[in-house]
């Protein structure tokens, strides 16, 4: 009996050690065009300032029409200026 389980044993361990080794392909790269001052601004004033009370967004989440709402009742909330919401806006509807 045990030499039967050792055969086995041998066989499946040389069928593994001899199989092909399966490649999977990887995910291709997705590089980000580099972003204006003015953007990456916005970028920054985004993660700085509502990353305090929430988790952050992706940009692409919400339209330009869903953001607009959005952007402006959290104005208010994280006390940041219009000049400031403009930019934050910008970054989130590029």
């Known amino acids: 009996m045990k ?3 050792l055969a086995i044993a041998s066989v499946f361990a040389l069928v ?7 490649i999977q392909p990887e995910a291709p790269k997705t ?8 953007l990456a601004e916005g970028k920054m004033l ?9 988790k952050l967004y992706d ?3 919400f ?9 402006l009742r959290m104005q208010k909330k994280a006390k940041i200026s219009d000049e400031e919401r403009e930019k934050i806006y910008a970054y989130l509807t590029k």
């Open 63 to 71: 339209s330009k029409e869903q953001w607009t709402p959005i952007v």
């Open 16 to 22: 593994s050690a001899c199989s092909p080794k399966v």
């Open 3 to 5: 030499i039967k389980l």
């Open 46 to 54: 985004y993660e700085n300032n509502c990353a305090k009370c929430h």
């Open 31 to 38: 590089t980000e065009a580099p972003l204006t001052p003015e």
């Open 59 to 61: 940009a692409k989440s």
